[in-house]
C-alpha cells in the first residue's frame, strides 16, 4: 500500500507563500492557470525528493485526456463525479496523475543513488533529438506551440526525456554483470513456465477425463520435454512460455505457487482451477527480453511503497474543476 501524509514543513512553506500563488499562476503556462498553482510550487514529496506542481500537473491532464478520449470513442456522456473503485472519476484520474508522477520521480531517486547520469554524449543525442522533432512538425515554432498544448515548453519537455534516458541506463546497469545493480533482477523471483491447459467448459467432468488422457500422454512420452509444447499446442492455451512474476495475475495464485514449487525442467501433475485443468512445466530463463518486464516490476514496486508527501494545495485540487479550466483555456487557445 503507498504511505502517503500530509507534510507539515511542506504545508508551512505553503502557508508563507501563499500571497504569491496567484501571481505566479497568472504567468504560468495553461497547467498552472487551470490549477492555480504556482508551477514551480513543490506540490508533494516521493520518498524525499520534491515534485514541482508542473510535473503533477502534466500527468493529470495527460490522464484526463486520455479519460475524455475513451469516453468520447464509446459515445458516453463523461461524468467527473461517476462512481469508481474507491471513490469518484476524478479521483481516480488524481490517483493515475499521482502513480506517473510517483513512477519518474522514482527513477531519478534510484539513478541519484546508483550514480546515473547522462554523459555529455547522450545530451547531445537529446538536443539531436529535439531538432529531428522540430522538424518532423513542421520546424520549432509548430513543435512549442504543439508543447505549449501540453502545458511544457523544450526544457521541460527535455527534463521528461531525461527521466527516460536515466531509465534506460539503470535497466542497463542491471544488466552489467559485477555492478551495485546487477544482483536487482534476482530479487524479482521471476520464473518461466510452460502450460498445457484444459478448460473446464460446460462439461467438467469431460475435461477432467481429457487431462487424464493428456497427462497419461506426457508421461508415456519418449521424450516428455520435447512432447510438452505439442501438446500445449493442442489445449486451450495458446499463449506458450511466459514468465511470471508474484501476483501479476497471469496464472491463478494456487497455480502460481505451484509452478514455484517445480525444479528447472520439471513438469507438475494436473492442477484444478476455475478455469480448468492445467499441467506446468517451469523452464529456464529465457534470458535478457524477460528481464525487462521484471526490471520495470521493481521499479513498480518501489514508486508503489514510496512514501509520498503531499501539500493541502495538492489535498485541495479539484481535477473535474481542474480539466474544465484547462479546456476552456485549449479552446481559446491562451
Known sequence: MRKRIAALSLALCLALSGCTLKKEAEDASLLGRAAELGEELALLTV???EVPAWRYLYWLAFTCD???????DSSLSLDWEAPVSGGTLADYAKDQALANTALYATVENWAARYGCVLSEREREALAKTWE???????GEEAYLQELADLGLDRLRAEELTEVGMLYAKLYNLCLTEGSELSGLLDQADRLTVDRILISAGEDREAAREKAAEVFSRLNGAEDPAAAFPALAAEGDDAAGPRT????DGTLPQALEEAAKALEEGQYSGI???EEGFSILRRLASQGEDLAGEAFDRLLQDAAEGALIQTTPAYEE???AAFDKALDRLREAGE
Request: proline share 4%; aromatic share 4%; net charge negative.
Open 47 to 49: 520518498d524525499g525528493r
Open 66 to 72: 486520455q479519460i475524455r478520449e475513451k469516453y468520447k
Open 132 to 138: 529531428e522533432q522540430s522538424e518532423a512538425r513542421g
Open 244 to 247: 511470471l512474476l508474484p501476483g
Open 271 to 273: 492442477l484444478e482451477s
Open 317 to 319: 485540487l479539484d481535477a
